[in-house]
């Protein structure tokens, strides 16, 4: 099993990038996917949830509107695209799949996101 993140980076205040984070192992079109991040000194905090088919999406408020989770089951493959970045957006993402029944769980490695001038 393995959960693959990319596509972070150093990117300015108000820019935007996009996460990609690739499946091999398990099925990964009956997993809901979810994305979190963990900035220095914090706790991992929830960013963004889809479920398995894609139909249905959950947000951070601290992210919403500016944040898009979209998952391609034939790629095995799910996306965070992110706009109008903040400094405090600043952390390492971790992308994570798991049952509806919470039984088995799975994590990424990590891609650092920095925003900063």
């Known amino acids: 099993v393995q959960l693959v993140e990319s596509g972070g980076g150093l990117v300015q205040p108000g820019g935007s990038l996009r996460l990609s984070c690739v499946a091999s192992?398990?099925?990964?079109?009956?997993?809901?996917m979810s994305w979190y991040r963990q900035s220095p000194g914090k706790g991992r905090e929830l960013v963004a949830t889809?479920?398995?088919?894609?139909?249905?999406?959950n947000y951070a408020n601290s992210v919403k509107g500016r944040f898009t989770i979209s998952r391609d089951n034939g790629k095995n493959t799910v996306f965070l695209q992110m706009n109008s970045l903040k400094p405090e957006d600043t952390a390492v993402y971790f992308c994570?799949?798991?049952?509806?029944?919470?039984?088995?769980?799975?994590w990424g490695q990590g891609t650092q996101v920095t925003v900063s001038s």
């Open positions: 889809i479920n398995s088919a894609g139909g249905s999406t």
């Open positions: 192992g398990f099925t990964f079109s009956i997993y809901v």
């Open positions: 994570k799949a798991f049952t509806t029944r919470g039984n088995l769980v799975y």
